[in-house]
Every structure is written in C-alpha cells, then in structure tokens.
C-alpha cells in the first residue's frame, strides 16, 4: 500500500484540528522567542473557553442536584424520615457502594477492549503509509487523549495525534488525517445505533412526546402542518435543483459538497487497508463495548438489573449524545439525558440520577483517569530507546 491511499482522507474536515495543532505550536514558539500580548491572549481565550465548558456541565449538574434534592426531600417527608437525616448525597454515596463491583470491574473491561479494537484500527490505516506502529503506542494514546479531555473537551484528539507522531515518527498530517477518517466511522455507527435504539423505543418515546407537549385537539392542525411541510419541502428541493449551478459554487454550496465528499473518502480510505474486514469488524466491536459498558451498569444497580436491550440501548444513545456536548465527559448533560431514558422504563427520577452518576463516575475515574494516568506514565518508559524506523 502506498502512502496516497490515505491522502485523500486529509480533506478540509481536518482543517480544524490541524489549525488547532499549528496554531499552538506557533504560540509556543512566539512565547519562547518573542513574548508578545497575542499568544497571551490567546491564552486567555482558551481558558475562558475552559471555564465556559466546565461552567456548562458543573450549571446542569447543579440544577439537577437541587431538584432531585428536593424530591428527596419530599419522599422523606412521606416515609417520616427526619430532614436532617435526609441527603441525597448520602444516599448517591449509598447507592454507590451498594453497585455490583463484578460489573463495574466489567466495565472497565469492555472499555479496554474497545480501545484495543481502536487501536488496531488506528494502526491498519497508519500501515498505509509503511509503517509498522506498535499496538502499545496506539492503545496509550488513545486513552491519553480521552484523559487529556477531562481537562478540556476536544483537546484529547491533538494530544493523541501529537503523541502518536512523535513516538513513532509519522508526519502530524497524516496521523491527523487517520483520526478523521476513524471519527467518520463513528459517527455513521452512531447514528445507526441512535435509528435502531429509536426504532426499537418508539413507543415510549412518542408516549413521553405526548406528555410534554399536550397535542390533544391539535391532531389535526399537526397533520395539515405536516402536509404543508411536505409540499414546501419538495417544492424547496425543485427551486434547488433548478439552481444546483449558483448553488454548488457558492460558499456555502462548496461547504456542504466539501462535508459530504469527507464522508465518502473516509468509507473509500476504509475499504483500501490491508484488510477492510478487520477493519469493519473492529469498528463494529468498538460499539459493541461502548452498549455493554452500559449495560454492565445497568446491571451492577439492583434499580435497574432488570431492564432490558431496548432500556440499554435507548439509555446508550441518549448517553453517547450527552457526550457529545463539549462539557468535560459529558458532565450535566450526560446525567440529564439517561435519567430521563431510564425514567422512560419506570425507573424513579432518584434512582436513575444515581445510575448516572455511577456510570459517569465509573468510566471517567476507573477509565479515563486511572488509565489515562497509566499512559502518560507509561508512553515515555516504553519509548525509551525505541526506533519506529
């Protein structure tokens, strides 16, 4: 295989990280060799950042705590439990101690394995150029960049990628280039996992709909919305077809055309690796330990060991897009949006906060923490003396 099998994976969609790559070496260097007040404040505009970002999650959080604190409050009042016997933090503490540790210690398992897979994957793409990464080095810095985005979110990609480069001396570019094309195929497995979980929770999700927003009377206003929609929408799509030309060539139009073609250079550049079928048998195993992960969770708290595939995957789902806010691991948002799939499955408002704060505490300290910390002891020791070439 010849380094241009991956070259077309390096599209405009790694503009971004490898401007955020370049741009913190150039304000590392002007502050060694110039001091001036730009890298300063650029400093300072990506620690306001941080602090809007944990300021995010810590808000959600909060509000979350105060209003199950009061539930709790209220249940106590009910079962004659004085107040000052009763806290939720204790009783977060409580239901923490009373998980199964089999299924936690299993969960640190499964995400282990995923990011062995991960790791295999990342290392068939970084073949192509005719390396031989070793299989410890992209283990390591996988779990280094989830641990560098506890820290701050997004900056654990250019800490894998940097990693990666330097220890096995591949061109920053390429490795960059790797990591979007590996990131395209999580994102359709997501979304396809995200259709499956919504397809299979249908009911309760449209039923839960229905509770929020009391349609009642207004059925037939929605139906003629929808049809409106429809006709609009098939009309929008004729007027642009008929202007596809101005369309195509506009900026935005370049935009759009640029996502789309990343996209299917990302599944082309799969299916050139040395084995395509290791490589989508790996992607689907990443997956496969990110849904028993939670479900081994699911397991571990008496509250919830009961529910089923269609809880775990609609809670899986609803996790994975918590974490997809840019607040340290999903922090807030990722506790509000699996407390209400579990509430869904007629599990209490107190007892899935508490699975959510067992999950989210499980995986980012028994995890990311514990083996983020490992990797960035490790990486050093093991390439002390090592020579990729």
């Given at each position: 295989m010849g380094t241009e099998n991956l070259a077309p994976a390096v599209s405009a969609r790694t503009n971004n990280l490898r401007t955020t790559i370049k741009s913190l070496q150039a304000s590392y260097q002007q502050t060694i060799n110039k001091p001036t007040f730009a890298p300063m404040n650029k400093s300072l505009a990506n620690a306001l950042k941080f602090l809007l970002f944990v300021g995010v999650g810590f808000g959600i959080l909060y509000l979350m705590y105060r209003s199950q604190?009061?539930?709790?409050?209220?249940?106590?009042?009910?079962d004659g439990v004085p107040e000052d016997q009763c806290s939720l933090l204790d009783k977060l503490v409580a239901d923490f101690k009373s998980a199964n540790p089999v299924w936690l210690l299993m969960t640190l398992v499964a995400f282990s394995i995923s990011n062995l897979s991960r790791a295999a994957r990342w290392n068939m793409m970084l073949r192509t150029f005719g390396k031989t990464p070793r299989l410890i080095n992209a283990?390591?810095?996988?779990?280094?960049?989830?641990?560098?985005?506890?820290?701050?979110?997004?900056?654990?990609?250019?800490?894998?990628?940097?990693?990666?480069?330097?220890?096995?001396?591949?061109?920053?570019?390429?490795?960059?280039?790797?990591?979007?094309?590996?990131?395209?195929?999580?994102?359709?497995?997501?979304?396809?996992?995200?259709?499956?979980?919504?397809?299979?929770?249908?009911?309760?999700?449209?039923?839960?709909?229905?509770?929020?927003?009391?349609?009642?009377?207004k059925v037939d206003l929605l139906q003629n919305l929808l049809v409106v929609g429809i006709i609009g929408g098939l009309l929008v799509l004729g007027l642009a077809w008929w202007q596809r030309a101005k369309i195509m060539g506009s900026a935005i139009g370049q935009k759009v055309i640029g996502v789309f073609k990343g996209f299917g250079e990302g599944l082309q550049t799969a299916l050139k690796v040395e084995s395509p079928l290791q490589f989508f048998l790996h992607s689907i195993n990443i997956w496969v330990m990110y849904v028993l992960m939670t479900w081994f969770v699911i397991l571990s708290f008496s509250p919830t060991a009961a529910l089923e595939i269609e809880a775990v995957l609609v809670t899986f789902v609803a996790g994975g897009w918590g974490i997809v806010v840019p607040s340290p691991g999903g922090m807030g948002?990722?506790?509000?949006?699996?407390?209400?799939?579990?509430k869904l499955y007629e599990v209490s408002s107190l007892?899935?906060?508490?699975?959510?704060?067992?999950?989210?505490?499980?995986?980012?300290?028994?995890?990311?923490?514990?083996?983020?910390?490992?990797?960035?002891?490790?990486?050093?020791?093991?390439?002390?003396?090592?020579?990729?070439?």
């Open positions: 604190q009061a539930a709790y409050l209220e249940q106590c009042q009910l283990f390591l810095t996988i779990n280094l960049g989830y641990f560098a985005n506890l820290g701050f979110p997004r900056i654990g990609e250019v800490v894998r990628a940097a990693s990666m480069a330097r220890y096995e001396k591949i061109s920053l570019e390429r490795v960059v280039g790797t990591i979007v094309v590996g990131r395209t195929i999580d994102v359709i497995l997501l979304l396809s996992i995200t259709g499956i979980a919504l397809l299979m929770g249908r009911e309760k999700l449209w039923n839960r709909a229905v509770e929020l927003v009391d349609v009642g009377d948002t990722y506790h509000f949006l699996t407390g209400e799939a579990l007892n899935a906060f508490s699975w959510s704060n067992i999950c989210f505490f499980t995986i980012n300290v028994g995890c990311n923490i514990l083996i983020g910390l490992i990797a960035l002891l490790a990486l050093p020791r093991i390439n002390e003396g090592y020579d990729s070439a």
